[in-house]
């Protein structure tokens, strides 16, 4: 049965997902093994088949606003890997100068917004950029991610009324894994399905199998057709799993090895693989070769890290204001 994606779609989800995955754990190495990375530390690893989703189905000129899980999201945007590993390590050469860290990554050209370490923080800005996309007149969409702790946050609220007044071209994402820090969503709210918050707005509102890129990319695209056609926001609720700890100091004494293993029986990356090995989309020597080019990324990026400088005293005040003479602010 021939597949409605093709096989460079395929291919680029692949080597997207293995990115992410092996810059993730390149990087917990480097953190617990080497003392290399300090600071807070959230993975992505198990929720890779979003980005590369939420990829294929927006264009460049979209905008990605996150939390502090902010890792993949950024290299799906086109963050070097090289950028991202400096801002581990705190380097003048990393996406945010060295300043922010692991929470904080930002792009601007690739209109990546960042990494924000206030739980929910982001969920207003990103209808604040949407707003932005709305009054200039652009058809651009503006994709808000937060997690499921997140969706307990009054600015939601907020943010989903004034956004379906003023139609705004936002997709809001749930990144449902579960547990925000270590507490379940039954525990928070009698609301356990999250995608009917939007039911109290009127809002378009879907759960999504965050496991599956191919699910990730059709409902998002739905979302994206209605927001550049002027009908406003959706709340998607992916569901999906992360198979690491909330942050990189978290025993996991929440919840079962057995749970764990589960989810990974349905690993994103291994569905993707198994795909393309069915449907004979690519060799084993063209994955093997996709794999080294990965590795070599990511070893690079740390070697980058590494040698790069740290922040020269001077920067310590720099970056706190906006100048008014900055280059992407306009009277």
């Known amino acids: 049965m021939a597949s409605k994606f093709s096989k460079e779609t395929y291919l680029y989800w692949y080597e997207l997902m293995q990115l992410i995955r092996q810059f993730e754990l390149t990087a ?22 979003i980005a ?32 991202c590993m400096a801002e581990l390590y705190g380097k003048a050469t990393g996406a945010a100068k060295g300043k922010g860290g692991s929470m904080h990554f930002f792009g601007i050209k ?46 939601l609220h907020e943010t989903f009324n004034l956004a379906m007044l003023w139609k705004l071209p936002v997709i809001f994402i749930c990144e449902n894994n579960n547990y925000a820090m270590g507490t379940s969503v039954e525990r928070t709210s009698n609301v356990v399905d999250i995608y009917k918050l939007a039911d109290s707005y009127e809002m378009p509102g879907d759960t999504v199998d965050g496991m599956s890129a191919e699910a990730v990319h059709d409902s998002v695209s739905r979302a994206v057709k ?13 569901k999906t799993y992360r198979y690491k700890g909330h942050s990189i100091s978290d025993p996991q004494k929440y919840r079962s090895k057995e749970e764990v293993e589960e989810y990974k029986g349905r690993d994103p990356i291994k569905q993707v693989l198994d795909t393309i090995l069915a449907k004979k ?40 204001y906006v100048d008014k003479n900055y280059p992407f602010i306009t009277d």
């Not at 206030?118 to 950029?129: C, D, H, L, R, Y």
């Not at 794999?291 to 400088?309: G, I």
Request: negative net charge; proline residues 2%.
């Open 226 to 238: 209605r927001a550049r056609g002027g009908e406003g926001p959706t709340l998607l609720e992916i």
């Open 281 to 320: 989309l690519a060799s084993q020597e063209q994955i093997d070769e996709i794999d080294k080019r990965v590795n070599e990324t990511v070893a690079a990026s740390v070697k980058y890290a590494e040698e790069s400088p740290w922040p020269d005293d001077s920067e310590v005040l720099k970056d706190v």
């Open 52 to 83: 590369a989703g939420c990829m294929t189905a927006t264009r460049q000129e979209d905008a990605f606003i996150t939390g502090y899980r902010d890792h993949g999201l950024a290299l799906s945007k086109g963050v070097s890997a090289n950028a």
């Open 28 to 49: 917990e190495e480097k953190y617990k093994m080497e003392g290399k990375i300090r600071g807070f530390f959230h993975a992505y690893v198990g929720q890779e088949a």
């Open 110 to 155: 690739q209109r990546f917004f960042g990494g924000h370490g206030i739980v929910g923080g982001q969920i207003g800005i990103g209808a604040g950029i949407a707003f932005a996309e709305k009054y200039k007149g652009t058809d651009n969409v503006v994709l808000t991610f937060f997690g499921d702790g997140a969706a307990r946050q009054g600015v």
